[in-house]
């Protein structure tokens, strides 16, 4: 699903974020990319959506390699990836309806079919009777299961979140990363960064460590 | 096919709603747009009102053969048979000298007086008219050429001098209009491609989400390039909306003042078809004005996580 070989990213300020990163995420598979703030986690999770490409190395997701893929085929190959963040990202004067439409929208999926997939999706993370709600209106917590429910509904092989729980309580942590384990369980490969190490031993699942760039 | 255009009407209802969120501004930005049609639309209804009073050419350009007076009819009957068989020759009239006298009777109100004269002083005439595509100023030369051979012809006269000043002058008012046109047209690509700038910036961050989750460039300037379109669409309504009541406020005075120097001017009321084509330029051009700001500002946003 996701391989790096001998992956570095050096940005254009010449600042070298990663160097020599090396590892496989297979299909239905769940892992954490862990260090602390500044160690590289998120570079890495750039590199998977395309949002930056490798200096060095090879960045292969969902068979392609990332370096060669020309400018006009990203939006598809976003497509095929669902993305967390910790800052949700949602459309403030938008309900929760169209936000999570949106990556539904902008691939053509006919409206009937929208309407069936977005209530699933909410209903999923347990949010259907906020469906006309804004964002702002929401709390922090059912914000971010906005934002997931917007990354699962296409139904991509592929999730990757940043710092997901970085703003929610233990409690929200906890059942977010539920969610996300009940995601790979049904066969998609879940990447997540976060610097919080009790999360990680809780959920006994294979933790990447990065420090400086490196994994360690 | 449904699909297709079902994701059009969304981008249009999506820029339409846009536009009717700041109606003040949106207001402004069409006021501008259709001041900037207008003018080119009044300038070529003008030239078209002229063209139309001018008259049309093919009687104008004209060669008439006075023939020398003791010619028979039979002769000038002879010349005109031969002469409407030549290539490049529309229509040959003649008029004996009995109908110009006729002619010249009731129209000048000497009845009485030209009753008493002992015989008609009037010669055979013919009216020859070229066909459309020989009446340049070469073949009308030539063609008064060829008449200035008959032996019996006196007199050849051919009055073209005041359709070239015309043409000349309607030639110029051509260019003017096409000089302005152009110049307006790119002011009105200018307002819009600044306004569709705008609004491209304030709409940055849902542009980049829009990225983020795949959608594509096509799919992020659709709706810009509506607005853009919507924009230019409703100036160039607008404009026609202030030709129509130009015209109907001039049309009374100016139609007075031209009968006045015998002219048949009258200020031409547009046509549905030019109407429509003015809706077509104003979409165009917009739709150009909000593609040069797509072009050169969405492709440089991009989602920054
Ligand atoms: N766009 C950028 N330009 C320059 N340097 C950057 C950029 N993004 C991150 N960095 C640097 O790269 C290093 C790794 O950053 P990041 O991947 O965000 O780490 P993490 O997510 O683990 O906190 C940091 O030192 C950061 O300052
Ligand atoms: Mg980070």
Known sequence: MIRFEQVGKRYPNGREAIAGVSFDVRAGEMVFLTGRSGAGKSTILRLIALLERPTRGQVTVNGKDTAKLPARQVPAFRRQLGMVFQDHMLLPERSVYDNVALPLVVAHVPM???????????????????????????????????????????RPPLLIADEPTGNLDPQLSRDVMQLFRRFSEAGVAVVVATHDQRLVEESGLREIHIASGRIA | MSAWLGRHLQALLFAAGRLARAPFGT??????????????????LLVSGVRAASGNFASAVDVTVYFKRGT????????????????????????????????????????????????????????????PDSRSADDITALKARLSDWPDAEIIQVDTDWIQRLNALLDLARRILAGTAVLLGAGVVAVISNTVRLEILNRRAEIEITKLVGGSNAFVRRPFLYMGALYGALGAALASLLVLVGCFLLAGPVSTLAQSYGSEFRIATPSLGQLGLLLAAGAGLGWLGAFVSAARHLARIEPRV
Do not use: M, Y
Request: aromatic share 2%.
């Open chain 1, 112 to 154: 009937r079919d929208i309407d069936k997939r977005v209530r699933a999706a909410l209903d999923q993370v347990g949010l259907l009777d906020r469906i006309a709600a804004l964002p702002p209106e929401l709390s922090v917590g059912e914000q971010q299961r906005v934002g997931i429910a917007r990354a699962i509904i296409a």
């Open chain 2, 27 to 44: 207001a402004f930005t069409v006021l501008v747009i259709a001041i900037a049609l207008t003018l080119p639309a009044a300038l070529s």
């Open chain 2, 72 to 131: 028979t009819l039979d002769a000038v009957k002879q010349h005109a048979t031969e002469l409407k068989d030549q290539v490049g020759i529309a229509q040959v009239k003649l008029i004996t000298a009995d109908e110009g006298l006729e002619q010249f009777r009731q129209g000048s109100g000497f009845g009485e007086a030209l009753g008493a004269l002992p015989d008609n002083p009037l010669p055979h005439v013919l009216v020859v008219q070229p066909t």
